[in-house]
């Protein structure tokens, strides 16, 4: 008799936070019906393809990549291969239509399906699970969390926002906030396995509201923070104009919070800010800083910002420039627009030359890889708590985070400490993206 092969799993995670932790889920459920991950997609069973779609490249390459894996299935007839995801809520049946080879299509909002999902195509049929049900299933012992060393918690689904750029909305659907008390379960029983660092998710993190009741993000804040034993706590990602002074004052009085926010901006421009709808001026996002600086002199931000939107001229953009100046993030992720189907912004007037828009970009990274440069530099000689979260390239190396989510560079040379652990890091030198740091002996 020949021993029984485990059934096995690969999974390619696009995208956000949100994403992964639909990542770490669906991982979860398989390993519950004795399915494994592995690395490998030549060795697995099922392959599920977990999609972002914000702009137009991600979705292509998830394609691409259905491209490469349905070649396997020449040799192996038995392999499932799932699109999951934004593309997936994005497309749905079209996905099937488009490849032959496709098993299913899982959108964002049925992750908790996915077992019933595979068990019916066992039987015979391509199925398409997408859409909002109002019930959705969302069992939080079923996460992998594997090697991970945050423990991620869901706090509110889906975008009401409008942003003309944005196709959030559609793939993950009307706003969604999870009641305060499950909440708040969840995040006792990731503290109660050891998770130190707790990150909150949202794609609008700070408008959560306790469904029915009168709670908002800073009482939930204060609540998570005050949890005996959590000794990190992260939320993202938060919209600028949902930032009320009740949370600033809740990030002041938890030294558990760290002192890191990701706060996107998008653009410096009043006008470009109103041709996006994103809600707020200029003003207001530099006010909130002030707010949020007085509240945590050491706080880090970092945000996103689109370059070459529709009706962008150079002088909205210098506008961009200088708000870097202004603020001096300590990371920027910044895009060119992409037009997306179903979106306001593909009608507007104004398209900006694509070349126009690289180069705009190219100098945006300039300032900011200069901005870093000096911010960073002037870190040497700090010493920090350092979260280990992996290896570093060089042998005998290992790297961390720093409550402000920069990444830390450091050798050991006994024992390597377990990836979760905390360990205590003097930075010596600086890289616009990182800091080099030796151990400090306590
Ligand atoms: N084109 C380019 N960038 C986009 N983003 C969202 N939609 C688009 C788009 N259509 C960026 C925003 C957002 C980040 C997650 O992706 O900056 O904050």
């Known amino acids: 008799m020949s021993p029984v092969r485990p059934r096995r799993v690969y999974i390619e995670t696009w995208g956000c936070q949100m994403n992964e932790l639909d990542s770490q889920r669906m991982a979860g459920q398989l390993m519950q019906q004795g399915i494994l991950p592995t690395r490998e997609p030549e060795e697995a069973d099922i392959i599920l393809l977990n999609s972002c779609s914000v702009r137009e490249k991600a979705e292509q390459k998830v394609y691409s990549r259905i491209g490469e ?18 593309v997936a809520q994005q497309e749905g049946q079209r996905a099937l239509d488009r490849v032959s080879d496709l098993d299913f299509v899982v959108g964002p909002a049925r992750v908790g399906e996915l077992n019933d999902v595979i068990a019916r195509r066992q039987a015979g049929e391509r ?3 997408t859409g909002f049900p109002e019930e959705r299933t969302y069992d939080i012992d079923a996460v992998s969390r594997h090697g991970e060393y945050k423990g991620m918690v869901t706090i509110i689904e889906g975008c009401n926002k409008n942003c003309t750029f944005c196709i959030v909305p559609q793939t993950r659907g009307p706003e969604r ?11 006792r029983h990731l503290l109660d396995y050891g998770f130190m660092e707790i990150e909150l998710l949202g794609q609008t993190v700070n408008h959560w509201r306790e469904p029915g009741g009168d709670l908002d993000f800073a009482d939930l804040l204060d609540a998570v923070a005050s949890l005996p034993g959590l000794q990190r706590l992260r939320f993202m990602t ?40 994103r809600g707020y001026a200029r003003s207001l996002y530099l006010d909130l800083i002030g707010q949020l600086r007085r509240a945590r002199p050491a706080l880090a931000l970092s945000t996103d910002i689109i370059v070459g939107f529709p009706g962008e001229t150079e002088e909205d953009f210098q506008q961009t420039l200088e708000l870097m100046e202004e603020v001096r993030f300590a990371s920027v992720y910044a895009f060119k627009y992409s037009p997306r189907p179903g979106t306001a912004a593909p009608r ?19 300032t900011q890889e200069r901005i870093q440069r000096e911010i960073n530099q002037g870190l040497v000689g700090e010493e920090y708590d350092v979260l280990v979260t992996g290896w ?49 002996v306590p």
């Open 177 to 187: 906030s999870r009641p305060f008390a499950e909440i708040l379960k969840e995040v």
């Open 348 to 366: 507007l007037d104004g398209e900006v030359d694509p070349e126009v828009a690289s180069e705009r970009l190219q100098r945006l990274f300039q």
């Open 238 to 277: 938060s919209y600028p104009r949902d930032f009320t002074p009740r949370m600033v004052e809740q990030v002041g009085r938890h030294s558990n919070i760290c002192p890191y926010l990701h706060l996107p901006v998008q653009s410096g421009s009043d006008r470009i800010l109103r041709r996006m709808g």
């Open 69 to 86: 894996y349905r070649l396997f299935k020449r040799t192996r007839n038995d392999l499932l291969i799932g699109l999951c995801g934004c």
């Open 127 to 129: 199925v398409v699970a």
């Open 392 to 440: 570093g390239k060089q042998p005998g190396t290992q790297m961390g985070r720093t409550s402000c989510h920069r990444i830390v560079h450091f050798a050991v040379d006994s024992q390597p400490f377990p990836l979760g652990g905390m360990t205590r890091v003097k930075v010596e030198s600086a890289l616009p993206h990182s800091l080099l740091g030796r151990l400090v």
